[in-house]
């Protein structure tokens, strides 16, 4: 009885082993064309966590092969369509930086610039991420001038002066409305010397008006 235990216990390690080995073979065997088109297939179907998988996969079974650099662009292409605009970010920089040459870099750059851009927050608080959206646009169009996306470049960069116009404006009304008329004033002025000022040049001529009227009848209720 012992040695049919034995037996049994042998045969059912031996079972378990092929399934190990038979599910690694099973993944080497998957070629860098399946896996590519999986991976796309996932991809093209919106479901970018599988993707995202698939073409890591191919980063690390595959590595110094032709799909590399679509896969790793990919990646970013999946976390970017996920809003992880962060994580789009350190997966377009690795591109970037390790693919030097590739056809990718230039939809990368620009892909960099969208995320800051998408990751600052409302005019009234910090512009850091906007700031840096700016100056990867302003990069962008030194060094792709003729680009597709030039011109969309172009109108990104107005849209990180208007955030901070609008910061600026919302402080100056702050004060306004606090009854600080000279302070007030002095930040209508500073967004008149701001760059695409006019794009809230009504709202900023209005609320000087306003200001200057104030400050009048203050200054002539002193007299």
């Known amino acids: 009885m012992k040695k049919l235990l034995m037996i049994l216990m042998g045969t059912t390690l031996l079972m378990t082993g092929c399934i190990?080995?038979?599910?690694?073979?099973v993944t080497k065997e998957k070629s860098l064309s399946e896996l590519y088109q999986q991976a796309m297939t996932y991809y093209k179907d919106k479901k970018y966590s599988k993707a995202?998988?698939?073409?890591?996969?191919?980063?690390?079974?595959?590595?110094?092969?032709?799909r590399m650099?679509?896969?790793?662009?990919?990646?970013?292409?999946?976390?970017?369509?996920?809003?992880?605009?962060?994580?789009?970010?350190?997966?377009?920089?690795?591109?970037?930086?390790s693919f030097v040459g590739s056809k990718y870099v230039q939809d990368a750059k620009y892909k960099i610039a969208l995320c800051y851009y998408y990751l600052s927050p409302p005019p009234s608080l910090d512009q850091s991420d906007t700031k840096k959206a700016e100056e990867m646009f302003n990069e962008y169009l030194e060094l792709y001038p003729d680009s597709p996306q030039a011109d969309s470049a172009k109108s990104m960069i107005k849209e990180c002066h208007l955030k901070y116009l609008k910061k600026v404006l919302n402080t100056a009304k702050l004060y306004y409305k606090m009854g600080e008329y000279r302070s007030s004033l002095i930040y209508l002025q500073r967004a008149q010397n701001m760059k695409d000022h006019n794009l809230?040049?009504?709202?900023?001529?209005?609320?000087?008006s306003k200001v200057n009227k104030k400050l009048k009848i203050n200054q002539f209720k002193k007299h």
Request: aromatic share 16%.
């Open 20 to 25: 190990h080995k038979n599910k690694s073979d």
């Open 52 to 66: 995202i998988n698939e073409f890591k996969i191919i980063m690390f079974q595959f590595p110094g092969s032709k």
């Open 69 to 97: 650099e679509e896969a790793q662009f990919y990646i970013g292409e999946s976390y970017f369509k996920m809003k992880r605009y962060s994580e789009a970010i350190n997966e377009y920089s690795f591109l970037v930086n």
């Open 200 to 208: 809230l040049e009504k709202e900023i001529e209005d609320l000087l």
